[in-house]
C-alpha cells in the first residue's frame, strides 16, 4: 500500500498540557490625542463703540498730529526770525554805541532756544502736547473756531524772561515772568496772549496766519518789555542778616529782582 506525500497538520494540543499557550491579549490601537481646548477669545466690543474709538482717532488725533506739524513749523520759524534779528541788532548797536554789548540767540535743543542780551535772557520753549481750554475761554466762543471742532485745540510756544546771570550762576531761586505765549492752530494761524507791555495789538485768529513778519513782532515785543523792566534793589532790612547756607546757595546775596508784569488776556472780538 503507497504511503501518502502530504505533510500532515500537528497534533492540537489539549487543554493543560504543557505545550498549550494562551494566546497574548490584542492592545486596543491608541486614537488620536484631543485637541487642547483653546483659549476663550475676549469679548469683543460692540460695534457702536468700535466706531467711536476709529472716528476718534481719525477727526481728534489726526489733528492733534498736524497742529504738532504746524507748531514744529512755526517754531523753527521763529528761531531763525530770532537769529536774524540778533545779528541785526549786533551790527546796529556795534555801530551806534558799545562794542562789548552782547546779543545772542543761543540753539539749547528742537523746543528750545535762549535770547541773551545785556543782562537778559528770553527762553522761547514749544510745549509737546496739544491742548484746549475750558468752554468759557473767550478765543473759543468765536464764529471762527465754532465753525470747525478742531479749530479748539493749539499748540503752545511760551516765552520767557529770566535773568541772565540767574542761569549762568545757576540762582535756582531766582524768579522768571511768562511775557507771552503764542497759540498754534490746525490752519496754521496764531493767537497771542502776552502781558501788558507787550503792547500787542487786538486781532481776530482766522486773520492771522503765521508769518515771519508775526513771528518778528512778538520778539521784539518780548525784547522791549524785558529790556524795560529794570531790576530793582531789595530794601536794606531784607539783607541784613542771611545765613551761610543763603550766601552759599545764592552767591550773591544783595541781588535785584524785577518787579514782573502785568498778564492782560486778549480781546477775540
Known sequence: MAKSTAASAPPTPKAGSPTARPKPARTPKAGPAPAPQAAAAPAALPADRLDLIAQGLREKSS??????????????????????????????????????????????????????????????????NIV?????????????????????????????????DSIRYQRLSDPGYLLGRLLIN??????????????????????????????RLFVESAMIAAVNNDLIAPPLPEIQRISVKQKLENQQVSRGSKVGFNFTNQSTD
Open 132 to 164: 484746549t481750554f475750558p468752554d468759557d475761554f473767550d478765543l473759543l466762543n468765536t464764529p471762527y473756531v465754532a465753525a470747525d471742532f478742531r479749530r479748539r485745540f493749539f499748540g503752545h510756544i511760551m516765552a520767557y524772561n529770566f535773568m541772565a
Open 63 to 128: 489733528a492733534k498730529q498736524a497742529i504738532f506739524r504746524a507748531t514744529q513749523a512755526a517754531f523753527t520759524l521763529l528761531r531763525q526770525t530770532s537769529q536774524q534779528l540778533c545779528l541785526e541788532l549786533t551790527q546796529k548797536v556795534t555801530a551806534d554805541a558799545d562794542a562789548s554789548v552782547r546779543i545772542e540767540c543761543l540753539p539749547i535743543n528742537e523746543m528750545e532756544f535762549h535770547i541773551r542780551f545785556s543782562g537778559d535772557l528770553l527762553v522761547f520753549v514749544m510745549h509737546s
Open 186 to 215: 490746525i490752519d496754521n494761524h496764531y493767537f497771542l496772549e502776552g502781558v501788558q507791555q507787550l503792547e500787542l495789538p487786538d486781532h481776530d485768529m482766522s486773520h492771522s496766519p503765521v508769518t515771519a513778519a508775526s513771528l
